[in-house]
Nanobody
Framework: LLLDESGGGSVQPGGSLRLSCVASGGGLDYYSIGWFRQAPGKEREEISCITRNGRTITYAESVKGRFTVSRDNAKKTAYLQMDNLKPEDTATYYC???????????????WGLGTQVTVSS
């Protein structure tokens, strides 16, 4: 399974971006999907996790109310809608999946290469 993120870019504070994570070499049906980010000099942060059936979604406090995660298993794609972006959201964003059948995203073991998000005026 390979993951490919896209949709990053540069926006002004208050702007929006929608990240996509497309799987190849297999589907996403059996995997919980996590979105993570890492800013220079900071530790990687799990910002959202959506379980296999989409019924359980978690968000980090830092993005709650501004980011929305979703998935379309038929399209082998997960999305991260990011609204009201702030300068502190600047980071490289990654999608990742946990071992098949696991719910928690912190055990993710397949990662994309990341997409850069820069929020600046």
């Amino acid at each position: 399974l390979l993951l490919d993120e896209s949709g990053g870019g540069s926006v002004q504070p208050g702007g929006s971006l929608r990240l996509s994570c497309v799987a190849s070499g297999g589907g996403l049906d059996y995997y919980s999907i996590g979105w993570f980010r890492q800013a220079p000099g900071k530790e990687r942060e799990e910002i959202s996790c959506i379980t296999r059936n989409g019924r359980t979604i978690t968000y980090a406090e830092s993005v709650k109310g501004r980011f929305t995660v979703s998935r379309d298993n038929a399209k082998k794609t997960a999305y991260l809608q990011m609204d009201n972006l702030k300068p502190e959201d600047t980071a490289t964003y990654y999608c990742a999946v946990s071992p098949a059948g696991w719910d928690e995203c912190k055990y993710a073991d397949v990662w994309g290469l990341g997409t850069q998000v820069t929020v600046s005026s």
